[in-house]
């Protein structure tokens, strides 16, 4: 079974920087795509940034300039550097792969942006 830990939320005030980490296992990390989403109280989860296994990158428009996706496979670890936070970009931080066609998830960061 494919295992996705997220790591590096916390609460952080508007301006400032968090980087999440996703530690993966069972999986060929390599070859994987991995993405981050998000989910705010009340909203629909939404996707925020997707990296490739070529390091190829794409960014939901709001968070384009101010969040890199980046991807360690010797660590077996794909991060979310966040900078320049908002009050809305206050979620829940989800990391997602496909491994065979099936969607995995971790259990989520908390990333709270006080005003």
């Known amino acids: 079974q494919v295992q996705l830990v997220e790591s590096g939320g916390g609460l952080v005030q508007a301006g400032g920087s968090l980087r999440l980490s996703c530690a993966a296992s069972?999986?060929?990390?390599?070859?994987?795509?991995m993405g981050w989403y998000r989910q705010a109280p009340g909203k629909q989860r939404e996707w925020v940034a997707t990296?490739?296994?070529?390091?190829?990158?794409d960014y939901t428009d709001s968070v384009k300039g101010r969040f890199t996706i980046s991807r360690d496979n010797a660590k077996n670890t794909v991060y979310l550097q966040m900078n320049s936070l908002k009050p809305e970009d206050t979620a829940v931080y989800y990391c997602t792969t496909i491994v065979a066609s099936r969607n995995y998830w971790g259990q989520g960061t908390q990333v709270t942006v006080s005003s």
């Open positions: 990296v490739t296994s070529s390091d190829m990158t």
């Open positions: 069972r999986i060929i990390f390599s070859i994987a795509p």
